[in-house]
């Protein structure tokens, strides 16, 4: 019998919870958030109280064990994320994992081999699919207008960050151990997540990747190449030890008769350029930018709709990135 309103139980709760997550979860319909859970009980306590959660744990068992929780968020490291949503599924409880999905392509696997046992669903909080931005581009290029999609390239570079050089306090996104890879394993699922959801899986991915500023152990400079099951092929750079000047966020949909520009995280304008000239589109999203995607989430486990943004669709970027890197 299905549920007639989600309750949320949150494993984690840091920076994503406060301003893309959690306020989503809380304002979409037939959803609400009962429970939360940091190793730090203090701190799940204050992010309780302070947005109106009436429980908090130190225990992600008792967590999920929960009688009134009837789905499992989960906003720690990639790492855990396997361990996490297994046990969640094994209690008969859906998780929606922040991406990636996983720390390695493996542990995707697992994770789907569970789901596929238990019967449980498992989505992935790869929510850029749902956004009116990137909708935008989606139906820019299915109306043809730049033509035949022939290459796609994207490029991304970014200076350093302060914590960057605090070597006896990484972040943990540089921390391989618990975040997969760098910044490339943090930032670059979404712009392989989106590509695939326009041109459908890539089948063929190889790379390259060095650590040229030597401010943590990870790669900081990538360069990989892809090709999608059409045939269409693209490629793709990655820099987070750039100069200020160097700054870029754009990935290019080039076509027979024209081309995309967009960006992927500073939402810049999307710019058409084909036979009509240069045309530009300035797409507002919504004020939680997950919601679009949790909504769908919970329609699903209701039962009044699908949603795509599951977990074998979220495995195949987890693939691809760990093939440019070399891990497979």
């Known amino acids: 019998m ?46 309780a109280k302070e947005r109106g959660i009436k429980k908090w744990y130190d225990d992600a068992q008792q967590l999920i064990e929960d009688p009134e929780v009837n789905a499992i968020y989960i906003a720690t490291p990639p790492s855990s994320h396997a361990t996490y949503a297994i ?34 669903k498992c989505f992935v909080a790869y929510y850029r699919r749902y956004l009116p931005y990137f909708k935008k581009v989606q139906e820019l290029v299915n109306n043809g207008e730049i033509g035949n999609p022939i290459n796609v390239q994207i490029r991304f570079a970014q200076p350093p960050r302060d914590l960057d050089y605090n070597k006896e306090n990484l972040p943990w996104r540089v921390q391989p151990d618990i975040a997969g890879g760098g910044y490339f394993y943090d930032l670059a699922p979404h712009q392989i997540d989106l590509l695939q959801e326009l041109f ?30 059409s045939g269409l092929v693209g490629s793709g750079s990655w820099c987070f030890v ?24 500073s939402f810049q304008p999307i710019a058409l350029h084909n036979r009509d000239g240069r ?32 977990g074998i669709s979220a495995t195949t970027t987890n693939w691809v990135m760990d093939k440019i890197l070399g891990k497979i």
């Not at 809380?26 to 730090?40: F, G, H, I, L």
């Not at 089948?203 to 892809?226: M, P, Q, R, V």
Request: aromatic letters at 8%; glycine letters at 8%.
């Open 279 to 310: 045309t530009e589109f300035q797409v507002e999203n919504p004020e939680h930018v997950q919601q679009p995607l949790i909504q769908a989430v919970v329609d699903d486990l209701l039962g009044k709709s699908v949603c795509s943004c599951d």
């Open 242 to 265: 750039a100069h200020e000047s160097a700054k870029e966020d754009r990935i290019e949909i080039i076509g027979d008769k024209g081309m995309i520009c967009f960006s992927v995280y």
């Open 2 to 47: 299905k549920p007639d309103t989600i309750r949320w139980g949150f494993i984690g709760c840091g920076d994503v919870t406060k301003h893309k997550s959690g306020p989503a979860l809380q304002a979409a319909d037939n959803s609400t958030v009962v429970a939360v859970m940091s190793r730090d009980l203090d701190k799940a306590q204050k992010y």
């Open 200 to 229: 459908g899986c890539i089948l063929s991915a190889s790379g390259y990747k060095s650590n040229l500023g030597k401010l943590y152990k990870a790669e900081d400079t990538i360069s990989g190449c892809f090709q999608f099951e």
């Open 87 to 120: 046990m969640s599924m094994k209690e008969g409880k859906p998780v929606y994992i922040e991406k990636p999905m996983a720390a390695t392509y493996e542990e995707c696997t697992r994770i789907n081999r569970i789901a596929k046992e238990t019967g449980v």
